[in-house]
């Protein structure tokens, strides 16, 4: 039987707290705020205690960040769009950042396993005087358990309305873009952080967030395979390819604490359970 779940998860200014509130229906919630940087900053951890999607599942996630508030949203494990006999699994997800407000989207990688047909769509509606750090992590098979991409598809969403756009489909077959060198080139793992605001970057801080990340970039064994630009006036961006998720994940990791430190002036305080 499908199963369909939906997350409302509100961050509000209170007393000048970050306050978590939350709706849910079917297997999907938060666990219990934590407040490792102290009252400014909520962390939580999104929980789909099935472990993944297979066909005919779907996962509603939105999250509003209210005027003030910073929230901070990381998983405890990787998400799985497993094997589908002929339906769509979906996850969509929408994140909305009030002027005034800051959000940390953070989760850890969607795998997709051979035959699935996956479907993951990101929407950032980011008001003027609002930011946003974020991520995205996907994973081909596991190749290393000798379980690799060979059947299924993956539809890739990502969207700040009107601003941003990225929209891609791999299928298992198509190995010209999985193997050429103007495609995948034969990795299994792409990967993004992105840094988006609601008004203009300033030119200096733009410049000086780009430069954190090619310096990062250019020590870190994948600065083959990675690349950062600003696309968009409100938009900065890094795009990696890894053989597997582990590299990617590292790059991204010390990106976004460089651009923490860098454009919030905040300390890169990874979420407890990353340390688990």
């Not at 509130?21 to 934590?34: A, K, M, N, T, V």
């Not at 597997?244 to 590292?250: D, F």
Request: proline share 7%; net charge neutral; charged share 20%.
């Amino acid at each position: 039987m499908p199963w369909h779940a939906r997350l409302d998860l509100d961050y509000q200014l209170e007393a000048q707290r970050s306050v978590a509130r939350f709706r849910h229906d079917g297997p999907l919630r938060i666990l219990q705020s934590l407040y490792p940087e102290g009252d400014a900053v909520c962390h939580n951890v999104l929980v789909h205690p099935p472990g993944g999607l297979v066909g005919g599942d779907t996962l509603d996630i939105r999250v509003r960040a209210a005027a003030g508030s910073h929230g901070l949203i990381t998983t405890p494990g990787a998400s799985r769009f497993y094997r589908s006999d002929g339906e769509l699994a979906l996850q969509r997800s929408e994140l909305v950042v009030e002027s005034g407000a800051r959000l940390e989207w953070l989760p850890l990688e969607a795998i997709c396993y051979s035959g699935c047909r996956a479907e993951n769509r990101l929407t950032l509606r980011v008001d003027p005087g609002a930011e946003l750090i974020g991520w995205d992590v996907t994973a081909l098979g596991l190749p290393n358990a000798g379980k690799p991409f060979e059947l299924g598809t993956l539809q890739q969403h990502i969207e700040a309305p009107g601003v941003w756009l990225e929209r891609g489909r791999i299928d298992a077959r198509d190995q010209r873009l999985l193997q050429s060198p103007l495609g995948l080139a034969g990795h299994r793992c792409l990967a993004s952080i992105f840094f988006v605001a609601g008004s203009p970057i300033a030119r200096a801080r733009c410049e000086a967030a780009l430069e954190a990340a090619r310096s990062l970039i250019e020590a870190h064994a994948l600065g083959e395979s990675a690349g950062a630009t600003s696309p968009h006036p409100g938009i900065i961006v890094l795009r990696t390819l890894a053989p597997v998720v582990e590299p990617a994940m590292h790059l991204l990791r010390q990106v976004w604490q460089a651009w923490r430190a860098e454009l919030w002036g905040l300390a890169g305080q990874p979420p407890r359970i990353w340390s688990m």
